[in-house]
T-cell receptor, first 111, second 113 residues
Framework: GENVEQHPSTLSVQEGDSAVIKCTYS??????FPWYKQELGKRPQLIIDIRSNVGEKKDQRIAVTLNKTAKHFSLHITETQPEDSAVYFC??????????FGAGTILRVKS | IAGITQAPTSQILAAGRRMTLRCTQD?????MYWYRQDLGLGLRLIHY???????GKGEVPDGYSVSRANTDDFPLTLASAVPSQTSVYFC????????????FGEGSRLTVL
């Protein structure tokens, strides 16, 4: 079936460094790719999303890139801060009517 | 305050018992979803509904059922709970199916003994 693979499962960076999380998807018809952040004990919240008609989108320190040919997309966080520590999930639309999530990446920003 | 509400927030349940997790949204969103979250497995889709009166199966539907009698409510029922259904369950809603932001509830932590 359709799935979304996410790497790495854990990532530790020094404060101020960049963090990159990568996802691949299997459904060539996928056209919506959001990223969610989940802090400990809280609900997931959308931080950025991208649609298939663009290759890159930025919002302050975060950016997402999409390569539809290779069926992968990535989250980039620059100038990381301790409050960026959380679990990050990528997702992809499947058959136009549901979102399938990756397994998540635990990001730790060390100060 | 507009949003999505789940109940109960936490429940311990004996195996074999029937359980319904409730979910209500007041944002008039068309689409609603149930996900379960397990360590290392991320958020897995159980069932979804793109509009009132319709439902669909997600990645892990076995052992669960849903109904969508109206726009606001999307209950999830475990007919006969098993220990492998121990998890945190999140309900979510979206204005556009698989094309817009998901708004999540606070989650329901279910333990099946």
């Amino acid at each position: 079936g359709e799935n979304v693979e996410q790497h790495p499962s854990t990532l530790s960076v020094q404060e101020g460094d960049s963090a990159v999380i990568k996802c691949t998807y299997s459904d060539s018809a996928s056209n919506y790719f959001p990223w969610y952040k989940q802090e400990l004990g809280k609900r997931p919240q959308l931080i950025i999303d991208i649609r298939s008609n663009v290759g890159e989108k930025k919002d302050q320190r975060i950016a997402v890139t999409l390569n539809k040919t290779a069926k992968h997309f990535s989250l980039h966080i620059t100038e990381t801060q301790p409050e960026d520590s959380a679990v990050y999930f990528c997702a992809a639309s499947i058959r136009g009517n549901k979102l399938v999530f990756g397994a998540g990446t635990i990001l730790r920003v060390k100060s | 305050i507009a949003g999505i509400t789940q109940a109960p927030t936490s429940q311990i349940l004996a195996a074999g018992r029937r359980m319904t997790l409730r979910c209500t949204q007041d944002m008039r969103h068309n689409a609603m979803y149930w996900y379960r979250q397990d360590l290392g497995l991320g958020l897995r889709l159980i069932h979804y509904s793109n509009t009132a009166g319709t439902t669909g199966k997600g990645e892990v539907p076995d052992g669960y059922s849903v109904s969508r009698a109206n726009t606001d409510d999307f209950p999830l029922t475990l007919a006969s709970a098993v220990p492998s259904q121990t998890s945190v369950y999140f309900c979510a809603s979206s204005d556009s199916p698989a094309a817009g932001e998901l708004f999540f509830g606070e989650g329901s932590r279910l333990t099946v003994l």
